[in-house]
């Protein structure tokens, strides 16, 4: 492998990033849902009102990205970054690239003064469990995750 670089992404890099986003989603399972084109990852993780940061890894090309975003503050008035989305191209797997880019997603959030970082793992992703706990995360057996789409929405809305 080619020296590795991990840096923020540009503008430029947003054909890559969102062929990578699509193959994430695909692998996960909501391609049919995916709605994320590159206006809209130009307008939401680029400018001043970016509401996440994007990091790129490249060696000749970009072989993987990290989606982070801050929670402004939590119980100990000390940020959250929530990793959103961490994706390596699969022939680059395996040499350090995702390594590399938690790495510089964990120095990203001492930068920010966080108290912790977080994210989920797909359940049946063994190798993103074997991944991430050999790095030191460790599965969250405290909390169990919720969510409601649009339609629950509406619903307790009142809409």
């Known amino acids: ?29 909501y391609l049919d849902a995916f709605a994320v084109d590159a206006d809209a990852l130009l307008s939401r993780a680029f400018g001043p009102a970016a509401q996440c940061q994007v990091l790129v890894a490249e060696t000749a090309a970009i072989c993987g990205y990290a989606v982070v975003q801050n929670l402004a503050f939590t119980f100990d008035l000390r940020p ?41 793992v797909l359940a049946g992703n063994d190798a993103a469990e074997r991944f991430y706990s050999r790095l030191g995360g460790r599965r969250e057996s405290r909390w169990i995750a919720y969510r409601m789409d649009d339609r629950e929405l509406l619903r307790l809305a009142g809409g």
């Open 80 to 120: 959250s970054i929530r990793l959103k989305e961490l994706y390596v191209v699969p022939e680059a797997r395996g040499g350090g690239v995702g390594q590399q880019l938690l790495r510089r997603v964990a120095q990203y959030a001492l930068a920010q003064g966080a108290g912790r970082l977080l994210w989920d």
């Open 1 to 29: 492998m080619r020296l590795l670089s991990i840096r923020e992404a540009q503008p430029d890099d947003v054909p890559a990033v969102l062929e990578m986003m699509r193959a994430l989603a695909g692998f996960e399972g």
